[in-house]
């Protein structure tokens, strides 16, 4: 069994190797991202395509390491786990850089500044602020901060969903009295839903970033390169601007 096992990866690493000596060129070197594409504007499906700003910033990696670029689509519970079993290389999600995630990966530098916010239904004036959450059902997406933010709430029931639409569809639906979300992705869902609508109050600062394997010290010099890069010539700007719009985009 050994001797067959052996044989079998000696085979596997001939053809590796003539793969990579052929040079036809269809062989090229991939990198895998991770994400979960519900989290527009972000990432999110298009024609069947995932697409969206981190997609964008992941492009740019790629092309950085001459690599092609593959995506996961995945639950964002599972980003993590995916990335510590070498599943994938990277996770561009959305992902909020904290230090309890910082355990289990390493993150890059952050590459955008965001907050949670609180969505309400407008027929019902059950919650009209983060004070009002207490002891109410609250509606987010499983794994995520809007999730530790929700349970750390006083006497709330908090409800994970597989995603952050779902909740949002309970909440139209009046079956829960708040959904718990970052504030970009909660504009788009507004925007789609007129029954619904955010406060005007940010419950947490928090950064994105993406993350790599522990072990995966180059790549995450690459993806920090890259970033500085494309903050310095312009690129993020010009990719900000297909997602979110000319306006401002600090607010100090
Ligand atoms: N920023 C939040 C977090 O890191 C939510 C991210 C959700 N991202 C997604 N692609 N669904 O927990």
């Known amino acids: 069994m050994k001797k067959i096992t052996s044989i079998l990866s000696l085979v596997l690493i001939a053809v590796l190797a003539m793969s990579l000596f052929t040079g036809c060129g269809d062989k090229k070197k991939v990198i895998v991202m991770g994400t979960n594409a ?13 697409v969206g700003f981190d997609v964008e910033i992941a492009k740019k990696v790629a092309e950085k390491l001459g690599a092609e670029l593959i995506i996961e689509n995945m639950q964002f519970a599972s980003l993590i786990t995916s990335l510590e079993t070498k599943k994938i290389d ?3 999600a959305g992902m909020t850089n904290n230090e309890e995630r910082a355990k289990q990966v390493n993150f890059s530098m952050d590459y955008f500044t965001a907050s949670q916010v609180i969505i309400v239904n407008k027929e019902s004036d059950s919650v009209n602020s983060k004070a009002d959450l207490e002891g109410k059902k609250i509606g987010v997406q499983l794994g995520t901060t809007g999730e530790t933010e929700a349970k750390s709430v006083e006497g709330a029931e908090v409800k994970s969903y597989d995603t952050g639409y779902a909740a949002v569809l309970d909440l139209a639906n009046g079956k829960i009295d708040a959904v718990v979300i970052d504030q970009e992705p909660a504009e788009k869902f507004v925007s789609k839903n ?3 609508q955010i406060l005007d109050e940010e419950l947490t600062k928090e950064a994105y970033a993406i993350a790599v394997n522990k072990e995966d010290e180059e790549l995450l010099a690459t993806i920090n390169e890259v970033i500085k890069e494309i903050q310095e010539n312009g690129e993020y700007d010009k990719i900000y601007e297909q997602f979110f ?8």
């Open 38 to 50: 519900e989290f527009e504007p972000f990432e999110y499906m298009q024609g069947g395509k995932v």
């Open 194 to 196: 007129d029954k619904i």
């Open 90 to 92: 990277f996770i561009a």
């Open 245 to 252: 719009g000319k306006e401002e985009k600090e607010e100090e």
